[in-house]
């Protein structure tokens, strides 16, 4: 069974395709065709997740599957959450460079933060469409400064919790074992072999 990735990123692809080895000989991702757009208007994870779903089924008639995700940040009250891509203009190290700004008097043991993704299955041959939800956390806290080279966006300043390792010092396939993508991926994987792949 064809099933459709809602993303035109094909590093995304890799990583989910390489999560769900266990499938392979029952399900082939596939990436969103070029035109795939949509404007992320949702005011939380969710809602983007559901609106990228739909237009992906949508444009291919195909089951499809969506994520969105952010940072959270205990101490900015969940900020910059839902708009962690539009954090501030520029790439994802001014994003950091802001962010550890935004924290510079916020102390060690105060400086919790965590990563949320919501994944949403939508089926356009249903009525109800959007079949699945699923959502990830992963807890850590944000660092004074960057360390690792991996990763990507707030990877380098997001600690694991009681540790000095950031999300960018770890392994691909850890950071997916521990990560909130990884951790709703698992449930979207498990949901498609019990109910669509049986
Ligand atoms: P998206 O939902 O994958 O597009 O992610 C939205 C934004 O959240 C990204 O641009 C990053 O700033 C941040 N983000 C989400 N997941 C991660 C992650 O695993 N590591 C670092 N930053 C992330």
Request: glycine share 10%; net charge negative; charged share 30%.
């Amino acid at each position: 069974m064809k099933i459709v990735l809602a993303t035109k990123n094909p590093g995304k692809l890799k990583e989910l395709t390489e999560l769900a080895k266990g499938l392979a000989d029952r399900v082939e991702l596939v990436l969103a065709p070029e035109e795939f757009d949509p404007e992320e208007t949702g005011a939380t994870y969710l809602e983007n997740a559901i609106i990228k779903a739909t237009a992906a089924a949508g444009m291919t008639n195909m089951i499809s599957i969506a994520d969105d995700s952010g940072l959270e940040v205990d101490a900015m009250d969940g900020r910059p959450g839902v708009h962690s891509a539009r954090y501030c203009e520029g790439s994802d190290g001014d994003r950091r460079k802001k962010l550890l700004n935004e924290l510079a008097s916020v102390p060690e043991g105060k400086r919790q933060a965590q990563f949320v993704c919501c994944m949403a299955i939508c089926d356009p041959s249903q009525s109800e469409s959007i079949i699945y939800k699923a959502e990830g956390i992963w807890r850590g806290r944000i660092g004074f400064e960057e360390r690792g080279a991996g990763g990507f966006g707030f990877d380098p300043i997001f600690y694991e919790t009681d540790s000095d390792v950031t999300a960018a010092q770890l392994p691909a396939a850890e950071k997916n074992r521990k990560s909130h993508r990884g951790l709703a991926w698992q449930q979207v994987l498990s949901f498609l072999e019990k109910t669509l792949i049986r």
